[in-house]
């Protein structure tokens, strides 16, 4: 996977916000250049180079099916090296050299809510990430009142936090200890996981949070080990997860973990070792399987070389065919004609299509027609509510013999009953 490592150069001076809004009418025999700021490499390297390359099959697979208004869409694709600073500096540059009318990312809460409220909040232009969670963007969205150009294509941890908080009691995981990364992603999730987990009659021994990229995670193992829990819950990524994992267990911790959504990896399985990890278990944000589906699994892999079942990789495929069928189907690229486009892409009354160019073709000439779409995507029928969240099933999950098996499913019904016994 070299090809996605391409590294952010340092260097580049500050030079603002362009504010702007894009909105100059689509020109025939162009290209349309898509912003895209993945985690390519860093701790959450794994994610962003599923996530590019998914994005990538879904701009080529509009590209076959119209040409985006005798335009092709092309993917900008800048590393944000799993960092803040590095992310919004490449959001700028997408921004003011590249005059993207879009930006998807990034894929951790951590460059996500920068990006958004630094730069393409004050710039008024669309934002799409695949996989930032934190419910903090919610409340950015609420809060900024921005018309809807923020969307995510994954469930708000503070619906994950309260599904991962019955699945523990469900194991018999009664006192629980929490090491959990320390940035929007982490803080956010352990706050949502140990108010539903106390509300649901379990305890929380210990927390404690720890700082990305340390040569050691001995001190914060140690301070969960204190209490004695009967089970961990780590909220990490793979790279640093796996030292926090191998540190809990040399020192003598209960192979009884509970793992979020982003420890669904192959990477992380290898490095601490299949046999320690033969009663943890994990939640994930679900899909409601379609053609869509059967589409993605079938073709991903021979595209990528990359596992389609790696986080982050089939959310990200539909976040790349929202934007790219919204750009085909309009005339212009400001925000807000994308963010309406969109609506009619996703209205749940609109006529089904589901991921491919054929179907894609299907969706064009619908629009065109005057008619609407409800996209029934990889992980299943996508619908923006006004912060820009969705809603869906969660995926429940165990690691055995090496190999991440699904073991069960949490309704969206279900997890709408269990959020409202929790409360807000």
Known sequence: MIQFRRMFKPGWLWLGVITAVLSTPVAHGCEIPVGLVMELTGPAGEYGQAAAKSVEMAFRDVNTASSAQGCRLVAVTKDSQSQASVAVDAANQLLQLNKVPVIIGGIISSTTIPILTTVAGPAKILQVSPAASSPKLTTISREAKNQGLFLRTITSDALQGTVAARYALDQGFKKIAVIYVNNDFGVSLHAEFSRAFKALGGSILVATPYNERQSSYAAEVTTALAGHPDALYLISTPVDGATIARTWISQGGTRKLLLNDGMNSA?????????????????????????????????????????????????????????????????????????????????????????????????????????????????????????GDITGPFRLWRITNGKVTTVGEMSAEVVSTLKARVGP
């Open 267 to 387: 990477d992380f399985i290898s490095a601490v070792g299949a046999k320690y990890l033969n009663e943890a278990f994990g939640t994930s944000s679900g899909t409601q399987p379609s053609a869509s589906t059967a589409y993605f699994e079938q073709t991903f892999k021979t595209y990528s070389g990359i596992d389609p079942a790696s986080p982050a990789a089939d959310r990200a495929y539909d976040a790349g065919a929202i934007v790219g069928l919204a750009l085909a189907s309009s005339t212009k690229r400001d925000a807000a004609t994308l963010r309406a486009t969109i609506g009619r892409l996703t209205d749940p009354k609109g006529e089904v299509i589901h991921a491919g160019s054929s179907e894609f073709s299907k969706a064009l000439g619908l629009l065109k027609a005057g008619k609407t779409v409800r996209y029934e995507g990889v992980i299943g029928p996508v619908i923006f509510d006004t912060s």
